[in-house]
T-cell receptor, first 113, second 113 residues
Framework: NAGVTQTPKFRVLKTGQSMTLLCAQD?????MYWYRQDPGMGLRLIHY???????AKGEVPDGYNVSRLKKQNFLLGLESAAPSQTSVYFC????????????FGDGTRLSIL | QQQVKQSPQSLIVQKGGISIINCAYE??????FPWYQQFPGKGPALLIA?????SEKKEGRFTISFNKSAKQFSLHIMDSQPGDSATYFC????????????FGTGTKLQVIP
């Protein structure tokens, strides 16, 4: 059981380039989330999805877009990367139900030059 | 706007000692308080969680103490071990919020021999 898998693990971009981060979960979870983790700021929610075909904005959505065409996949896109988007990005998933934990991937370390 | 405040930012404890991490929240709609543990290069993983209708929850060497009137909760790690060295995040969730949680800023714990 792989759990939550994030691709790629590392990436370096130039300002203005675009890219897509892929998150895949094999636990049949309904909910999926994208966070960014920055020193001293904890984890901040970018976007989330409560089911296939649905997405919603989180705390820091600007500059990012997401899609969830299949239940097991949640894509995070950067259309025009900026240095301020240098961060570690985590994807998580959670099943429906009371007090269910979020299961995290191991992150994507993204540097924007 | 930091809805969950966490302290200290870093903590050094001797092996066998007690590690204490504190969190405070403002939103009384929070109804579930998980703690996550994160090792370097890995995603956070659920450690222990508590609901506000109990004042304490213990799992092995890890205990959450909860003070609803003060809107504070804390994690105690008894008999701290070098293997406990990690970053710890407190979090809070609003009921009916699709399992979305608001994270604290994290505490980096180092347990020295």
């Amino acid at each position: 059981n792989a759990g939550v898998t994030q691709t790629p693990k590392f990436r370096v971009l130039k300002t203005g380039q675009s890219m897509t981060l892929l998150c895949a979960q094999d636990m049949n979870h309904e909910y999926m989330y994208w966070y960014r983790q920055d020193p001293g700021m904890g984890l901040r929610l970018i976007h989330y999805s409560v089911g296939e075909g649905t997405t919603a904005k989180g705390e820091v959505p600007d500059g990012y877009n997401v899609s969830r065409l299949k239940k097991q996949n949640f894509l995070l896109g950067l259309e025009s990367a900026a240095p301020s988007q240098t961060s570690v990005y985590f994807c998580a998933s959670s099943p429906w139900g009371e007090n269910q934990p979020q299961h995290f991937g191991d992150g994507t370390r993204l540097s924007i030059l | 706007q930091q809805q969950v405040k966490q302290s200290p930012q870093s903590l050094i404890v001797q092996k066998g000692g007690i590690s204490i991490i504190n969190c405070a929240y403002e939103n009384t709609a929070f109804d579930y308080f998980p703690w996550y543990q994160q090792f370097p290069g890995k995603g956070p993983a659920l450690l222990i969680a508590i609901r506000p209708d109990v004042s304490e929850k213990k799992e092995g060497r890890f205990t959450i103490s909860f003070n609803k009137s003060a809107k504070q909760f804390s994690l105690h790690i008894m008999d701290s071990q070098p293997g406990d060295s990690a970053t710890y995040f407190c979090a809070a969730r609003i009921s009916g919020g699709y399992q979305k949680v608001t994270f604290g800023t994290g505490t980096k714990l180092q347990v020295i021999p």
